[in-house]
């Protein structure tokens, strides 16, 4: 089984930076994609960016040039880095990792970290 624990959340300003974490840990052999998505009250849930293994990044088209994806691939550890950060960027966010263990290959879904901007 793979755990992922989100961090980094909390309430900021308009105009304001947070940057997320997400570690994994348990039975990993290797990760593949990771991402970050998430879900505003009354939405659905959306990618708001995604990282392959060698670094390839896509991101929504709503957080193009505020928001920056990396991974620590030594730590098992993504990232995202929110700048600029508007209203409407008020959602849970999730961490979601495509995963090995050595028996199964398969999404993994963190917890959620709540982000709310407003003044």
């Known amino acids: 089984q793979v755990q992922l624990v989100e961090s980094g959340g909390g309430l900021v300003q308009p105009g304001g930076s947070l940057r997320l974490s997400c570690a994994a840990s348990?039975?990993?052999?290797?990760?593949?994609?990771m991402g970050w998505y998430r879900q505003g009250r009354g939405k659905q849930r959306e990618l708001v960016a995604a990282?392959?293994?060698?670094?390839?990044?896509n991101y929504g088209d709503s957080v193009k040039g505020r928001f920056t994806i990396s991974r620590d691939n030594a730590k098992n550890t993504l990232y995202l880095q929110m700048n600029s950060l508007k209203s409407e960027d008020t959602a849970v966010y999730y961490c979601?990792?495509?995963?090995?263990?050595?028996?199964?290959?398969?999404?993994?879904w963190g917890q959620g970290t709540q982000v709310t901007v407003s003044s």
């Open positions: 979601n990792v495509d995963a090995y263990s050595g028996t199964w290959r398969g999404d993994y």
């Open positions: 348990g039975s990993i052999l290797s990760i593949y994609a």
């Open positions: 990282i392959t293994s060698d670094g390839s990044t």
